[in-house]
């Protein structure tokens, strides 16, 4: 069976809402902290950074979580 990675997404855990992928519909890995609400999630993935990150063409890497509109991060 061949794997199929998803794009970046909004996904929701019992931990809270965040920016990952899924592989084969199963969690695959994880790009952004926690936030509490999906809104929040959806503002953060907006900005691109994770997909740019994502690529390596950002030198704040996936960890640069100092944007003072992301106030509900867990």
Do not use: C
């Not at 997404?9 to 199963?26: C, D, F, H, P």
């Not at 695959?28 to 609400?37: A, G, K, M, T, V």
């Not at 999906?38 to 979580?65: H, T």
Request: hydrophobic letters at 30%.
């Amino acid at each position: 069976m061949s794997s199929k990675i998803s794009e970046l997404q909004v996904l929701k855990s019992a931990a809270g809402y965040y920016i990952g992928r899924t592989e084969n519909g199963m969690p695959y890995d994880r790009r952004s902290d926690y936030f509490i609400n999906k809104v929040d999630a959806e503002w953060a993935m907006s900005l691109d950074k994770y997909q740019d990150a994502l690529e390596g063409n950002s030198s704040n890497g996936l960890n640069n979580y100092n944007d003072p509109h992301l106030g509900d991060i867990i």
